[in-house]
């Protein structure tokens, strides 16, 4: 079985429905692995322009026939400042796929959500009246409904408050860029956020750091001071760690990107940003 990931990509957020044939695999075996092998699949980029949402995989029977539909969440970014997002369902039937795409928004913060009954669910962040274009932070929850012909109807939109420092919490985030520089494959840096305080792994030493979102202002938020644990590591590492720890303390808002936490920070002079991907779902 062979997925072509460019192929798939483009034929989903083109919103095209597509048929693969499977005959190196049974039905069964086909519909076990379907979530994992479309998403490894996906997870190939297409350049830079697009890929799918880290950690949003939901299976259900979405059409009533006993087989479980797949619910994917992809971005696109095709050029200006725009970032779209999509649902695509995958259908297998007959040993073959079929997909259909919902178009979700421009610049939306994919949150979370799930499948009940015949209603695919989203938890995300749009943009409220007074948010601007850059940096929305109305949190929503918007729902589709499956019709008995196979389309998907948009039920009214549920607002359910602003976007705080509550929304990073309940798993670990890892660095992946600092400042503008890859972090080495070997060298894991981490945050988790609970109950107004943040910490995790810097390279070589544990620290901790209160965070307070600043009031009345969605996405904007106060770090520090920042402790940690005096164990001395490689010189490399420990630049990475000492920079890492400093643009923390400095500290003033927060983003979800295409699944992607972005803490940026500020000083009089001088700003920059820290990316993580999501990691595990904490208890």
Request: charged fraction near 25%; glycine fraction near 12%; include cysteine.
């Amino acid at each position: 079985m062979i997925f072509n990931p460019k192929i798939l990509q483009l034929l989903f957020l083109a919103g095209m429905s597509v048929s693969l044939c499977l005959a190196d695999v049974s039905a069964e075996d086909a519909r076990q692995g379907t979530a994992d092998a479309v998403s490894e699949a996906l997870e190939e980029p297409v350049g830079q322009t697009r890929g799918l949402i880290d950690g949003f995989r939901f299976r259900g029977d979405l059409d009533g026939d006993d087989e479980e539909e797949i619910v994917l969440a992809l971005w696109d970014a095709p050029g200006g400042s725009g970032v779209f997002n999509y649902l695509v369902i995958l259908d297998l039937e007959n040993d073959r796929i079929s997909s259909r795409s919902i178009f979700i928004g421009d610049r939306v913060q994919i949150l979370g959500g799930g499948i009940e009954g015949n209603k695919i669910i989203v938890n995300l962040i749009e943009h409220g009246a007074a948010d601007p274009a850059c940096c929305p932070a109305q949190k929503a929850t918007r729902t589709w409904i499956r019709e008995t012909d196979g389309s998907f109807k948009a039920l009214p939109v549920k607002l359910t408050g602003r976007l705080s420092a509550e929304d990073i919490g309940g798993r670990e985030w890892i660095l992946t860029r600092l400042n503008g520089e890859p972090v080495p494959e070997d060298l894991q840096i981490s945050l988790a956020y609970d109950d107004g305080q943040v910490k995790g792994n810097a390279g070589c030493n544990s620290y901790f750091s209160d965070m307070k979102d600043l009031e009345g202002a969605a996405g904007r938020v106060k770090l520090g001071p920042v402790g940690s644990t005096r164990k001395i590591c490689a010189d490399d590492v420990m630049r990475m760690e000492g920079d890492f720890l400093q643009s923390l303390g400095n500290a003033t808002s927060f983003s979800l990107v295409s699944g992607k936490l972005v803490l940026s920070w500020n000083t009089a002079d001088q700003g920059g940003a820290l990316i993580f991907v999501s990691g595990r779902k904490l208890d």
